[in-house]
Structures are given as structure tokens and as C-alpha cells.
């Protein structure tokens, strides 16, 4: 069986307890909370709920550390000092950060003798693996990539850390006209704002600055200041009513050339319509934790990514199998 921890329980936590589950080979130990371990109540017979203060008890108790941090301050800190005493999972998000964080990250690792998957999820993660792919194919093309309509945990975390904001939900929205050029196999050459709008729905706190909520959405870099954002002010029964689901999805489109004269168009087209944005990413997150612990019983050790992982370590099938009912 492989031992499994949580660290962090909100929507990314709770979607992995529910994925492990699924799993047989696979066990929950513990959830690990900054909160008060007596006033949570987790699904799992036999898993304990424990403090985050005393996680280094548990490091000879656990195969691979599930990180569920947010992206924006949590898992910059919370990876790489997990990484030292752990083999790790998380999901960072961050796409103009992940390098820095990869080495951040590797050089704990390595400092444990652990394995770090980071950036493990659908984008990034199943989605990097389907530019990888299509771009190797397709080598004369472009690559595009679509995410929504849905709810973004990334980004509603970073508008809620916002002072004065109480709670907020952010939705991605493809714009259709650019989506539909792709898929004639138009080749369009499109900037961050054509492809995309975003759209925020937040709950201020009474006498909060609204305008400088705003403006503070609004220029936000890596997450806002390249789009056009449009921000709603609403009530928390709103937000509960209107907006209490997380689903989301997209596409990663290649359109691409073949033949001597590259008379030839390709499109290569992968999509997600997810119900739930955490549990589908906690089952990959999950799947990701088989291939951790593989790779460390092999004496591996250093961060890693989705490119890293030959596919059938994410299987809990055999290699015969998976080559007699898949290949």
C-alpha cells in the first residue's frame, strides 16, 4: 500500500481523499490542517487529522506528501520545506514561475533523498503533456491552448487574498471567435487578451475599498494584468447561489503542416469538461503520487514534472496488462 498524506484540506484535500478511494493500492494516513485538528471532520475511517506543526513526526509514517496550498504564497514556501523531509506532490499553477520553483524545489529534494512532483494537474500537467505531444508531431505549427468556462482555483485563491475581499470566484471564458479560427486551422497569431476574458464575482467586506479591490484585480501580473478582467461586486448568498459550483475545462489545439510543400493541414484537438475542477485534478494528482513512489523505491531522488514520468507508472495495471488491454 502506498502511504498517503494531505496537506491542506479545502476543495484540492478533500478531492484527494475522495480519489484515493478509487485507488486499493493506495491508503490515507493523515490530513495535515493549520486549523484546529478537533473541529475537522474528514470521511476516512482510521486517517488521523494532526497539526501541521507536528508533520515532521510523520515522515517515516508516509510514502508521498499531497500539497493542496495555493499557488500564489502557500506552495512557494510549503514544497520545497516538505521536499526535504518528504516525496511530494503539489499543483503549482503559476506558469511564468515554475522554473524558479522547479529549482527551488529540486534542490530540497535532493537534499531528502525525495522525489517532488510539481505542477502536477490539467494545466499545467495533462494539458503540458498534449503540447508536448502534438508540437513533437506536428513540428511545422502552432500551438494553442484554451482553458473554460470555469471557475479557476489559482485565481479566485489570489483575489481572496486580497485585503478586503471575503470570498470570490473567478471564471475563465474562451473567446469564441478565436477558438473557432483555430479549429478552421486558420493559424491565427493571437495575443494573451484575444483568446481569453476573465470574469470575477466578489464578496467585499463591509466598508471595503471596492475600487482599489478593482484596480488590485485588475493589475494583478501573471493573473489579470493581460486580460480584460471584469469584476462583479456581489453578496455572499449570492455568490452561494449563483456560483457554489467549480467546474471548468478547455482545449489544447496543434493545427499544423505535413508534405513537401506543407499542402497538408493537421489539427490535432485535446478537451476537458470537468464537473468538478479540484476532485478531477486531485485524480491526477493521485495518479501522479503512483509514479512518486515508484521512482523513489528506485532510488530517485529531485523534482520532477509530467515529462519526467514514463505514463505507465501512473497505472496501478502491471506492464503486461497495460500492453495486452492498451497498447
Given at each position: 500500500?502506498?502511504?498517503?498524506?494531505?496537506?491542506?484540506?479545502?476543495?484540492?484535500?478533500?478531492?484527494?481523499?475522495?480519489?484515493?478511494?478509487?485507488?486499493?493500492?493506495?491508503?490515507?494516513?493523515?490530513?495535515?490542517?493549520?486549523?484546529?485538528?478537533?473541529?475537522?471532520?474528514?470521511?476516512?475511517?482510521?486517517?488521523?487529522?494532526?497539526?501541521?506543526?507536528?508533520?515532521?513526526?510523520?515522515?517515516?509514517?508516509?510514502?508521498?506528501?499531497?500539497?493542496?496550498?495555493?499557488?500564489?504564497?502557500?506552495?512557494?514556501?510549503q514544497t520545497p520545506t516538505l521536499a526535504e523531509k518528504f516525496s511530494v506532490v503539489d499543483s503549482f499553477d503559476t506558469h511564468a514561475k515554475?522554473?524558479?520553483?522547479?529549482?527551488?524545489?529540486?534542490?530540497?529534494?535532493?537534499?531528502?533523498?525525495?522525489?517532488?512532483?510539481?505542477?502536477?494537474?490539467?494545466?499545467?500537467?495533462?494539458?503540458?503533456?498534449?503540447?508536448?505531444?502534438?508540437?513533437?508531431?506536428?513540428?511545422?505549427?502552432?500551438?494553442?491552448?484554451?482553458?473554460?468556462?470555469?471557475?479557476?482555483?489559482?485565481?479566485?485563491?489570489?483575489?481572496?487574498?486580497?485585503?478586503?475581499?471575503?470570498?470570490?470566484?473567478?471564471?475563465?471564458?474562451p473567446v469564441d471567435a478565436a477558438l473557432e479560427s483555430v479549429r478552421r486551422g486558420d493559424a491565427p497569431t493571437l495575443t494573451t487578451r484575444?483568446?481569453?476574458?476573465?470574469?470575477?464575482?466578489?464578496?467585499?467586506?463591509?466598508?471595503?475599498?471596492?475600487?482599489?479591490i478593482e484596480k488590485e484585480i485588475k493589475e494583478m501580473p501573471n493573473y489579470f494584468a493581460d486580460y480584460d478582467t471584469t469584476v462583479h461586486?456581489?453578496?455572499?448568498?449570492?455568490?452561494?447561489?449563483?456560483?457554489?459550483?467549480?467546474?471548468?475545462?478547455?482545449?489544447?489545439?496543434?493545427?499544423?503542416?505535413?508534405?513537401?510543400?506543407?499542402?497538408?493541414?493537421?489539427?490535432?484537438?485535446?478537451?476537458?469538461?470537468?464537473?468538478?475542477?479540484?476532485?478531477?485534478?486531485?485524480?491526477?494528482?493521485?495518479?501522479?503520487?503512483?509514479?512518486?513512489?515508484?521512482?523513489?523505491?528506485?532510488?530517485?531522488?529531485?523534482?520532477?514534472?509530467?515529462?519526467?514520468?514514463?505514463?505507465?507508472?501512473?497505472?496501478?495495471?502491471?506492464?503486461?496488462?497495460?500492453?495486452?488491454?492498451?497498447?
Amino acid at each position: 500500500m502506498i502511504r498517503i498524506g494531505i496537506y491542506g484540506y479545502g476543495n484540492l484535500g478533500r478531492g484527494i481523499e475522495s480519489a484515493i478511494r478509487q485507488n486499493p493500492d493506495m491508503e490515507l494516513v493523515a490530513v495535515f490542517t493549520r486549523r484546529d485538528p478537533a473541529s475537522l471532520k474528514i470521511n476516512t475511517d482510521g486517517a488521523e487529522v494532526v497539526s501541521v506543526a507536528d508533520v515532521d513526526k510523520y515522515a517515516d509514517k508516509i510514502d508521498v506528501m499531497m500539497i493542496c496550498g495555493g499557488s500564489a504564497t502557500d506552495l512557494p514556501v510549503q514544497t520545497p520545506t516538505l521536499a526535504e523531509k518528504f516525496s511530494v506532490v503539489d499543483s503549482f499553477d503559476t506558469h511564468a514561475k515554475i522554473p524558479e520553483h522547479f529549482a527551488r524545489v529540486d534542490s530540497a529534494a535532493r537534499k531528502g533523498n525525495n522525489i517532488a512532483m510539481i505542477s502536477v494537474g490539467w494545466d499545467p500537467g495533462m494539458f503540458s503533456l498534449n503540447r508536448l505531444y502534438a508540437s513533437a508531431i506536428l513540428p511545422d505549427g502552432k500551438d494553442y491552448t484554451f482553458w473554460g468556462k470555469g471557475v479557476s482555483q489559482g485565481h479566485s485563491d489570489a483575489i481572496r487574498r486580497i485585503e478586503g475581499v471575503l470570498d470570490a470566484k473567478q471564471y475563465t471564458i474562451p473567446v469564441d471567435a478565436a477558438l473557432e479560427s483555430v479549429r478552421r486551422g486558420d493559424a491565427p497569431t493571437l495575443t494573451t487578451r484575444e483568446k481569453h476574458t476573465r470574469e470575477c464575482f466578489v464578496v467585499a467586506a463591509e466598508g471595503a475599498d471596492k475600487a482599489r479591490i478593482e484596480k488590485e484585480i485588475k493589475e494583478m501580473p501573471n493573473y489579470f494584468a493581460d486580460y480584460d478582467t471584469t469584476v462583479h461586486f456581489i453578496s455572499k448568498e449570492e455568490l452561494v447561489r449563483d456560483h457554489g459550483g467549480i467546474p471548468h475545462g478547455g482545449f489544447v489545439i496543434r493545427s499544423g503542416k505535413t508534405g513537401f510543400d506543407g499542402e497538408h493541414n493537421h489539427i490535432i484537438e485535446y478537451s476537458l469538461k470537468l464537473d468538478s475542477n479540484p476532485e478531477f485534478t486531485a485524480s491526477v494528482l493521485v495518479a501522479y503520487a503512483r509514479a512518486a513512489y515508484r521512482l523513489k523505491s528506485e532510488g530517485v531522488s529531485g523534482c520532477k514534472t509530467v515529462f519526467d514520468v514514463p505514463p505507465a507508472y501512473l497505472s496501478p495495471k502491471s506492464h503486461d496488462e497495460i500492453i495486452a488491454t492498451m497498447l
